[in-house]
T-cell receptor, first 111, second 112 residues
Framework: GAGVSQSPRYKVAKRGQDVALRCDPISGHVSLFWYQQALGQGPEFLTYFQNEAQLDKSGLPSDRFFAERPEGSVSTLKIQRTQQEDSAVYLC?????????FGEGSRLTVL | SQQGEEDPQALSIQEGENATMNCSYKTSINNLQWYRQNSGRGLVHLILIRSNEREKHSGRLRVTLDTSKKSSSLLITASRAADTASYFCATDSTGANSKLTFGKGITLSVRP
């Protein structure tokens, strides 16, 4: 596709549920990033992939958060046993030369 | 944690006026980027300035970088109502474009 595609755009989960958020990056982009954006704040780094290798996961807030990119293209961010504080917009971005191209985000609301 | 800090936090101007937004950061950087975000949408890259550059232009945008003061400014000239959005500065300290650290953003409102 022409841009970074994320799904679902909106997700409502009950506390304790597991969720999976998908990111389809721009074809050929080696680098893929996940960011978390709370309301009224800037994006906070979660994790970074170069092809299928997860090179930095220092921003993942807890071991309930897990990301993968098994074939170096599509990536999934999984959150287990969701908590209310996980409510945020999860942004995926891909990059080739330093400029990040962002998707529209997945807005997660945990009740 | 957020490295960049933009100011002002909110800015309201009349269409046609210039808008100046500032960003300060704490650690040394490889490059600094500015992004725009319309409400409920993803971020759009505006401009990138490297640490060895002092000024860069792109259309109605002008970015300056002062590494001695650890600060950058974004100037939007002849603003339009469509420029209404949140603006974020983001710094790359790794040198490998592997992690951008964003500020909290500036909300710009351009009144028609």
């Amino acid at each position: 596709g022409a841009g970074v595609s994320q799904s679902p755009r909106y997700k409502v989960a009950k506390r304790g549920q597991d969720v999976a958020l998908r990111c389809d990056p721009i074809s050929g982009h080696v680098s893929l990033f996940w960011y978390q954006q709370a309301l009224g704040q800037g994006p906070e780094f979660l994790t970074y992939f170069q092809n299928e290798a997860q090179l930095d996961k220092s921003g993942l807030p807890s071991d309930r958060f897990f990301a993968e990119r098994p074939e170096g293209s599509v990536s999934t961010l999984k959150i287990q046993r969701t908590q209310q504080e996980d409510s945020a917009v999860y942004l995926c971005a891909s990059s080739l030369y330093g400029e990040l191209f962002f998707g529209e985000g997945s807005r997660l609301t945990v009740l | 944690s957020q490295q960049g800090e933009e100011d002002p936090q909110a800015l309201s101007i009349q269409e046609g006026e210039n808008a100046t937004m500032n960003c300060s950061y704490k650690t040394s950087i490889n490059n600094l980027q500015w992004y725009r975000q319309n409400s409920g949408r993803g971020l759009v890259h505006l401009i990138l300035i490297r640490s060895n550059e002092r000024e860069k232009h792109s259309g109605r945008l002008r970015v300056t970088l002062d590494t001695s003061k650890k600060s950058s400014s974004l100037l939007i000239t002849a603003s339009r109502a469509a420029d209404t959005a949140s603006y974020f500065c983001a710094t790359d300290s790794t040198g490998a474009n592997s992690k951008l650290t964003f500020g909290k953003g500036i909300t710009l409102s351009v009144r028609p």
